[in-house]
């Protein structure tokens, strides 16, 4: 057997050019001139003039931007449970024609991810109005304010209680329409009841 097909041989180190300031005014040109010669080895190392700064390059003493602000429960969406959750909410209410809007409470952006999963953890929305526990379910978003209370419900009740009702499985429309028919019936309620003729002859009889 042949020893040498054994025998590593090592392969030529890269060259290193050190151009001078006037053979680097121009990098792309010096490229071109030294390709031949790297093209054989397949790499190598450019040492600029010390002097040397690139077109691009920025005064790091006079350079300034203006930050973006990112609110944390935005970077929080970001990941990909949270995002499946709202695409999937805002395709729901975009197939029932109420493209949907985050809402904002205390100047932020509600976390509707967070909320459903709590209220749901807690029994749905029906279970929490019945209880009266929705301090409770601001107290796990972490928020102490509790006079938001009518105000996470409200939105709740408008945004995400209708994907609730369709996870289970029951018919949106037939508990929106249950819904109506009950405020319905409050509205046809006389706001105050007439006085009874008794009532009036008293009056009549006592101003005479």
Same mark, same amino acid.
């Given at each position: 057997?042949?020893?040498? %097909? *054994?025998?590593?041989?090592?392969?030529?180190?890269?060259?290193?050019?050190?151009? +001078?300031? $006037?053979?680097?005014? =121009?990098?792309?040109?010096?490229?071109?001139?030294?390709?031949?010669?790297?093209?054989?080895?397949?790499?190598?190392?450019?040492?600029?003039?010390?002097?040397?700064?690139?077109?691009?390059?920025?005064?790091?003493?006079?350079?300034?931007?203006?930050?973006?602000?990112?609110?944390?429960?935005e970077l929080e969406a970001r990941s990909r449970v949270?995002?499946?959750?709202?695409?999937?909410?805002?395709?729901?209410?975009?197939?029932?024609?109420?493209?949907?809007?985050?809402?904002? %409470? *205390?100047?932020?952006?509600?976390?509707?991810?967070?909320?459903?999963?709590?209220? +749901?953890? $807690?029994?749905?929305? =029906?279970?929490?109005?019945?209880?009266?526990?929705?301090?409770?379910?601001?107290?796990?978003?972490?928020?102490?304010?509790?006079?938001?209370?009518?105000?996470?419900?409200?939105?709740?009740?408008?945004?995400?209680?209708?994907?609730?009702?369709?996870?289970?499985?029951?018919?949106?429309?037939?508990?929106?329409?249950?819904?109506?028919?009950?405020?319905?019936?409050?509205?046809?309620?006389?706001?105050?009841?007439?006085?009874?003729?008794?009532a009036v002859s008293y009056r009549r009889s006592k101003r005479v």
């Amino acid at each position: 057997m042949d020893s040498s %097909v *054994d025998e590593f041989i090592p392969p030529p180190e890269a060259p290193v050019f050190e151009p +001078t300031e $006037e053979e680097f005014r =121009d990098p792309l040109a010096y490229i071109s001139k030294i390709y031949p010669v790297v093209v054989q080895v397949g790499l190598c190392k450019i040492r600029p003039p010390s002097n040397w700064q690139p077109p691009f390059c920025g005064d790091v003493d006079k350079f300034v931007f203006t930050p973006r602000r990112q609110r944390l429960n935005e970077l929080e969406a970001r990941s990909r449970v949270k995002l499946n959750f709202l695409e999937d909410l805002a395709k729901f209410h975009e197939l029932r024609g109420t493209p949907l809007r985050i809402p904002t %409470v *205390d100047r932020k952006f509600l976390d509707l991810t967070t909320l459903f999963k709590i209220v +749901t953890s $807690e029994g749905g929305f =029906d279970v929490v109005c019945k209880a009266r526990t929705w301090a409770k379910v601001l107290h796990r978003m972490g928020c102490t304010k509790m006079h938001y209370t009518t105000v996470y419900r409200n939105n709740y009740e408008r945004i995400l209680y209708p994907y609730e009702v369709f996870k289970r499985g029951d018919s949106v429309d037939k508990k929106e329409g249950s819904a109506k028919e009950v405020k319905s019936v409050k509205d046809e309620l006389p706001k105050e009841l007439p006085p009874s003729p008794r009532a009036v002859s008293y009056r009549r009889s006592k101003r005479v």
